[in-house]
């Protein structure tokens, strides 16, 4: 009874990260996490520099060992079955490197023969996975006239090989041209579409708003927000608006802006413009504009700067920087 339970819970959620923590010597890389990614969503874990994602990555394809807690993929710890657990995944650390004189095929082959596939399965995925990552057309090209975009794809499509049912890629788009990473963003996107489960790291929020369901935001090794991409973009309270007016406004009027209920912030920015952080959502927004125009400004334009997403990536990383 227990087991299938545990089967199931684990079907649902193909990754369960349970405490999961790291130090390397004094220093503490992953505090304490707990995440879980359902089947079928592409989870984006967010973070700048440093924050601990390649760690947690590291620790979920057993190339590191935590220092606490456990990543348990498919309900099996990683720790204890590596083999067993890592035969259910596809991942792309760091771009591998290739063997220039090779081609995709030639490679895809190689690969497979070190994975153990047999040659026939080997040709039916290799097939499959090119046209996944587009590059069919390229599949008897030397790797060596590739671009970096082509060789990332090339990396996606060896990671999907055996058919894995969890995808797992480290700052996928780094190093590449906007151009690279527009078609590697594409493939993963279609992936997403597919309905797979996929687990990729970024530091780029717009990148993360355009690929994937859900955003997982990580800070100093601590996780800071996890919710589906659009509700968070939707339910963020706080947005900054930049204000311009037909005439500039003068320092009192600023000061009674500053005093209207919701507004957190007011930012002269010259030119008759001003920038409001305003809280309370749409309601918070239309009281700030009736108070303006009931003091006689008259207001030209008024947009929101950014995402409310953005801002509350901003906000939280500000936050989590000041502790
Ligand atoms: N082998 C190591 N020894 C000591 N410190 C390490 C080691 N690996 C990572 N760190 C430190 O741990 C912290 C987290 O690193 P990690 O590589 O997980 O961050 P990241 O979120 O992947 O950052 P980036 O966006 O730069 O790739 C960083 O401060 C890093 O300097
Ligand atoms: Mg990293």
Request: glycine letters at 8%.
């Amino acid at each position: 009874m227990q087991a299938s339970r545990t089967e199931s819970v684990a079907r649902e959620f193909p990754v369960h990260l349970e405490g999961l923590g790291k130090e390397y010597g004094h220093f503490t890389a992953l505090k304490s996490l707990d995440l879980a990614v359902p089947e079928g969503t592409s989870l984006g874990f967010l973070g700048p520099n440093g924050a601990g994602k390649s760690t947690t990555i590291k620790i979920m394809t057993n190339l590191i060992r935590p220092s606490r807690g456990r990543a348990v993929l498919f309900g099996i710890e990683v720790r204890q079955e590596p083999t067993r657990a890592l035969a259910r995944i596809g991942a792309v650390i760091e771009t591998p490197e290739f063997y220039g004189y090779l081609s995709p095929l030639e490679t895809l082959a190689y690969v497979g023969r070190l994975r153990g596939m047999p040659s026939s399965e080997i040709e039916r995925r290799s097939e499959a996975v090119l046209k996944e990552v587009k590059l069919t057309e390229w599949a008897d090209h030397r790797i060596q006239e590739f671009s970096k975009g082509m060789k990332q794809r090339l990396a996606i499509a060896q990671a999907l090989l055996h058919e894995p049912e969890l995808l797992i890629l480290d700052e996928p788009t780094s190093g590449l041209d906007p151009r690279g990473m527009a078609e590697v963003r594409n493939v993963i996107k279609l992936l997403t579409r597919e309905g797979r489960t996929i687990f990729m790291s970024s530091h780029l929020l717009g990148e993360v708003q355009e690929v994937c369901d859900d955003v997982a935001l990580l800070n100093h090794g601590e996780l800071l927000v996890h919710g589906s991409v659009r509700d968070l973009s939707r339910g963020a309270d706080t947005s900054t608006f930049q204000t311009t007016f037909l005439r500039p406004p003068t320092p009192q009027d600023l000061e009674a802006l500053a005093l209207v209920p919701g507004v957190a912030e007011v930012k002269d920015s010259g030119d008759s413009s001003v920038d409001l952080r305003i809280s309370g959502g749409e309601e918070g927004q239309a009281r700030v504009l009736e108070a303006m125009v009931s003091r006689g400004l008259k207001v030209i334009t008024f947009r929101p700067l950014g995402s409310s997403l953005e801002q509350l990536y901003l906000d939280r990383i500000q936050e989590s920087d000041r502790l």
